[in-house]
């Protein structure tokens, strides 16, 4: 590998997925709820807690949504793609690290350091997965990106394992090795639990070096009348160039829609599963436990369904994965035992990484490569939005029904309408015009650095 500047250059990119992860392991989906619900939103009735966590995601990602695009053009025409994904990264390590220091009843200081770290992790992963197109070649799109998602359960799941050995073990350990630590377990547990926090921010950067090194910039390219532009006036003008030929992204745009409805779906179950437990009286060994089943048992399923496209095609393997979650929202509303919260995790595990990473590479084909940061900032808008409306209508319809019972139902709407459009996209013809613009893009741009 250290003889191919390509493989490195995936391995490389494979591993921002290893780096990152962590974040949306440790802080989004496992132990930070607890930790929200339990220790900083300690005061509040549960069921408020639940809603105020749904609220403090809604708002970090409202807020990439509306800067996504305009930032997204602004990397394309600046040939800076991998310095805007650097600025969001140390962002949000920087919001992570001060997790630290929230304690019983700081709800409002947890959101606000949640959302500087959620704004971070979302808008750096904007410009990573605008490096696919230009990493990966297309024949092996599917599977870069599938293994991007495996390297990333792995690297997120290997964290969790150590941050759930500090916390349930920690608090037993340590004043026996330490005397001085010799405090009451419920404190000794939420400082282990704090300092799980920082070791999410010294992981996310230590694993971002490799992509730092080896990943490199694509070629700056711009339009003849745009050399004279700075990069804000860029990027409104090509905004407005993009929505004016709109009409021939037709399917490329079908394909956000649909994304957009079934992520709604996905999206929620990964934010609000660990405080729906939480909420139901399950323990962080159940819930963070099941987690880290997760992360594992995703890692295979992952790689299976990158395989899976190759056999059957990237759309059917979408609707396939689109199914299976369609069923695990019908078995939330039921669930009752720790049983049932461990047999759904399991298939929330088959199909998690595979309908993420073939969405991902999906959309990559149906994308001129030299434009890809400002189409994946409209991936990730999409995203983001799945990401505010999910959760927005779990805490209301939680807060109208005084539980979450009906929250999760309520998500299969969402997957429902998501396959319906997903069958009517024709991914060849996007991916057609996809290539077309790119020719033409290289045609008409005179101007183009490394």
């Not at 509040?44 to 305009?70: M, Y």
């Not at 929202?329 to 995790?345: M, S, V």
């Not at 399991?346 to 990473?357: C, E, H, L, R």
Request: glycine residues 8%; without cysteine.
């Amino acid at each position: 590998m250290k003889n191919d500047p390509h493989r490195r250059a995936i391995w490389a990119w494979t591993m921002y997925d290893w780096a990152n992860s962590a974040f949306a392991t440790t802080i989004m989906a496992a132990v930070l709820p607890v930790y929200y619900a339990s220790v900083a939103a300690a005061d509040l009735p549960p069921n408020e807690a639940t809603s105020n966590w749904a609220f403090t995601t809604t708002i970090a990602l409202v807020l990439v949504a509306v800067l996504g695009p305009i930032l997204g053009a602004m990397a394309d025409f600046s040939g800076a793609k991998k310095r805007f994904l650097t600025v969001f990264a140390l962002l949000g390590i920087f919001g992570t690290a001060l997790l630290y220091f929230v304690q019983r009843g700081d709800w409002i200081m947890a959101s606000l350091f949640y959302i500087l770290g959620s704004i971070g992790f979302s808008g750096a992963n904007v410009f990573y997965d605008s490096l696919l197109p230009h990493v990966a070649t297309p024949d092996e799109i599917d599977q870069v990106s599938s293994r991007g998602y495996a390297m990333g359960y792995a690297g997120g799941g290997i964290l969790l394992a150590v941050n759930m050995a500090m916390i349930l073990f920690g608090p037993k350990v340590l004043p026996q090795l330490i005397p001085a630590l010799a405090l009451e377990e419920s404190a000794l547990t939420a400082w282990m639990t704090r300092l799980a926090f920082v070791t999410v921010a010294v992981w996310w950067f230590t694993f971002t070096i490799p992509l730092w090194r080896f990943v490199a910039e694509p070629p700056r390219r711009i339009f003849s009348n745009e050399v004279n532009f700075n990069p804000v006036k860029a990027s409104f003008s090509r905004l407005a160039n993009t929505f004016r030929n709109i009409r021939q992204y037709r399917e490329l745009m079908k394909f956000i829609i649909a994304f957009w409805l079934y992520n709604n779906g996905i999206g929620t179950i990964i934010y609000m599963a660990t405080i729906y437990g939480t909420e139901l009286g399950f323990g962080i060994e159940t819930t963070v436990g099941t987690l880290l089943m997760v992360q594992f048992v995703a890692i295979p399923f992952a790689i299976l369904f990158g395989w899976l496209a190759k056999k059957i095609g990237t759309k059917p393997a979408i609707l396939l994965s689109l199914a299976v979650y369609t069923a695990i929202a019908i078995g939330g509303y039921f669930l009752r035992t720790p049983l049932h919260f461990f047999l759904l995790g399991f298939a929330v595990a088959t199909v998690q990484g595979g309908s993420q990473a073939l969405s991902r590479s999906l959309f990559g084909r149906m994308v001129p490569k030299s434009q890809s940061a400002e189409f994946y900032s409209f991936f990730g808008v999409s995203e983001k939005i799945a990401g505010t409306v999910g959760p927005l209508v779990f805490g209301i319809v939680s807060r109208l029904m005084g539980g979450s019972r009906f929250s999760i139902i309520s998500l299969i709407i969402f997957f429902a309408l998501g396959m319906l459009l997903l069958t009517r996209v024709n991914e060849h013809e996007g991916i057609r015009v996809a290539e077309a613009e790119e020719q033409a893009l290289l045609v008409h741009a005179p101007v183009s650095t490394p």
